[in-house]
């Protein structure tokens, strides 16, 4: 979850089928937990990782990337209509844009915005600024896109009014804002080095599973015919965006030459890790990237596997991912009442096909049987033995990662716990 402030920290889509369905509500993700805040067992969360938002991508939650939104390319993004560019698009493009921007400047730094003319001192002070031992480009690089970050009182504001709707995003970020960074110029520097090298962690196209990659030969494969059409319409808007906005003067001004691949890349990258939430006091939508996905044990067609295992019994509040994924099992849980608390419905396999392009057969959360998957009552498989099967596997797991760690001279002790889940 995005953390309010400055944090401990850093850490598939469609425009869809024809009216009146808009396929964009499919893909918003899951709300907010309403009762958050109450009081009670269903108040409690547990944090298991904070993220400072200014490092947080989205142009609907108040406080993300302001260097971002003060880009001239990408505001026209972010102000276009809805029914024009989904919000996979507009947060595809300012994750593009922030990947790129760091190196695009260092090549060229005449590209910096003319904001930096009029703030000589701030510019000076942000070329000689290093975040992450790396400057950025020397002091036309990062000081002339910084001293335009758009934090400022006469451009942040008005910014996040005609893009968010929410307030200026300075607080946390510049200075005088709660504290992350000493300047705004530190600030925008430190998110365009995090992005560059954020960026190299990114799945390659071989490994997203869209259906923004389906072939045509692929497509007419597939039994459902409405999915197919859904996704030569998501397939149309993608292009769409990318003539329209990414081969822009424009946005080739501010992040360079950009190809097909690398945009389709971005747009996948988006579709797999980017989610939707509602607010919780007034229930209005939203839609960020997180940077946390690709952290956690990413390798190109890796399964995501996540191990729970009781450290010990007494109480523990914070959960290390430095060495190894685990998840400390005790009580009482921590409360939090800043953070958005999300949760995921059980997806169902046309969801699954829609949003990440691939199905669970015999998906126990399947409410009513799939129109793509055109077999026989008695060859689907039952409840109980999905369950079976996933209790076979997370024994046999059980036996492997003990059998593993007596291998290394660490053999598990009889009251330590394991459980995998493989997704």
């Known amino acids: 979850a995005p953390a309010h402030g400055p944090g401990p920290g850093h850490n598939p889509g469609g425009a869809g089928p024809a009216a009146p369905r808009n396929p964009a509500d499919d893909r918003s993700g899951s709300p907010a937990r309403p009762d958050a805040r109450a009081g009670g067992p269903s108040g409690s969360a547990l944090t298991l990782l904070s993220v400072p938002l200014g490092l947080c991508i989205s142009h609907e939650v108040p406080g993300c990337c302001p260097p971002a939104l003060a880009s001239p390319a990408l505001r026209a993004v972010f102000s276009a209509p809805a029914a024009t560019t989904p919000w996979e698009v507009a947060l595809a493009a300012a994750l593009l844009?922030?990947?790129?921007?760091?190196?695009?400047?260092?090549?060229?730094?005449?590209?910096?915005?003319?904001?930096?003319?009029?703030?000589?001192?701030?510019?000076?002070?942000?070329?000689?600024?290093?975040?992450?031992?790396?400057?950025?480009?020397?002091?036309?690089?990062?000081?002339?896109?910084?001293?335009?970050?758009?934090?400022?009182?006469?451009?942040?504001?008005?910014?996040?009014?005609?893009?968010?709707?929410?307030?200026?995003?300075?607080?946390?970020w510049g200075g005088g804002g709660g504290g992350g960074y000493g300047t705004q110029q530190d600030g925008a520097a430190h998110y365009l080095r995090f992005w560059e090298g954020y960026g190299r962690l990114l799945p390659p196209v071989e490994a997203l599973t869209s259906l923004l990659f389906f072939s045509e030969r692929e497509l007419q494969e597939l039994q459902d015919a409405d999915l197919a059409a859904e996704a030569r319409a998501w397939q149309a808007v993608v292009l769409d965006g990318y003539d329209r906005w990414i081969a822009s003067p424009e946005f080739r001004a501010e992040a360079g030459e950009v190809s097909l691949q690398d945009w389709l890349r971005a747009v996948g990258a988006v579709e797999s890790r980017a989610f939707g939430f509602k607010d919780a006091d007034g229930g209005r939508p939203g839609h960020a990237y997180i940077p946390f996905f690709c952290f956690a044990n990413y390798q190109p067609g890796a399964p995501t596997l996540h191990v729970l295992r009781r450290q010990q019994e007494a109480p523990m509040h914070i959960v290390s991912i430095s060495c190894q994924p685990f998840l400390s099992l005790s009580d009482p849980l921590t409360r939090s009442f800043d953070l958005p608390a999300l949760h995921a419905p059980p997806p169902a396999s046309r969801s699954l096909a829609y949003q990440y392009g691939f199905v669970l057969h015999g998906n126990p959360y399947d409410r009513l049987d799939w129109g793509g998957l055109k077999l026989d009552a008695s060859c689907r498989m039952r409840r109980d033995w999905v369950h079976a099967a996933a209790e076979r596997l997370a024994t046999e797991a059980g036996v492997c990662e003990a059998a593993r760690e007596a291998s290394h001279g660490r053999a598990a002790t009889a009251d330590e716990a394991s459980l995998l889940l493989a997704c």
Do not use: K, M
Not at 147 to 168: D, E, H, I, K, L
């Open 97 to 172: 844009w922030s990947c790129r921007r760091a190196d695009h400047l260092r090549r060229n730094p005449s590209h910096a915005h003319p904001h930096a003319a009029r703030q000589p001192a701030a510019a000076g002070a942000a070329g000689s600024s290093s975040v992450g031992g790396d400057p950025l480009g020397g002091g036309g690089a990062g000081a002339g896109y910084d001293a335009g970050s758009g934090v400022c009182a006469s451009g942040g504001g008005s910014s996040r009014a005609a893009v968010g709707g929410g307030p200026a995003n300075g607080a946390g």
